[in-house]
């Protein structure tokens, strides 16, 4: 299952029967420093003031709610990635930006994060859910993706740096660059056809 070969992915929306599932990919420290995917969904003041136990169950709740916060990859029938996605306006740290504030008044879907299994990264797996997260927003009615990749200036970029996904990686998948707010962060979109 570990080896360097093509991977064959199947991938699901996070819903309560996958929590399990995102457990046992995040590990116990909910995948970086405690985050549990909820660095966007907080301001910075409320996520500096939560451990990660507190946002493991922010979280939780979240997906308890109904709500379908992202889209899980599995190879073999083991998680193996998480692609984090929802309106624009599920992100309170997008809309306090100065870096990613909007760039017009179209409804967008924003892909935030991406979480891959060490063993299973430069293995495809981004692209992967990059495609799989934009056929369920079309399956949603969202008409627009938007991402805030990283557009490293070499190749050995920090995996841990690299959690909003690389612009390469974004442009192999039909986005196309509409901003470049720094030198090294970009906004892209992906219009989808009904």
């Given at each position: 299952m570990q080896g360097r070969g093509p991977l064959s992915l199947e991938f699901r929306p996070l819903t309560p029967d996958g929590w399990a599932d995102l457990e046992r990919l995040f590990g116990p420290h909910g995948a970086t420093g405690g985050?549990?995917?909820m660095w966007w969904r907080r301001t910075a003041k409320e996520f500096g003031a939560c451990t990660g136990e507190e946002n493991r169950?922010?979280?939780?709740?979240l997906v308890d709610s109904g709500d379908r916060p992202g889209i899980l990859a599995y190879a073999d029938g083991e998680p193996v990635g998480w692609c984090a996605v929802a309106p624009r306006g599920d992100y309170p740290r997008l809309a306090r930006s100065r870096t990613l504030r909007p760039i017009d008044d179209?409804?967008?879907w924003s892909i935030t994060c991406f979480f891959v299994a060490p063993p299973f990264r430069r293995r495809g797996?981004?692209?992967a859910l990059i495609g799989a997260t934009c056929e369920s927003v079309r399956a949603r009615g969202g008409r627009v993706v938007e991402a805030y990749p990283i557009a490293p200036s070499d190749k050995a970029y920090p995996a841990a740096f690299a959690y909003t996904g690389l612009l390469s990686a974004f442009l192999s998948c039909g986005f196309?660059?509409?901003a470049r707010p720094s030198p090294h962060?970009?906004?892209v979109r992906r219009s989808l056809t009904p």
């Open positions: 985050c549990w995917c169950a922010a979280f939780r709740a179209e409804p967008v797996v981004t692209s196309l660059e509409v962060r970009a906004i």
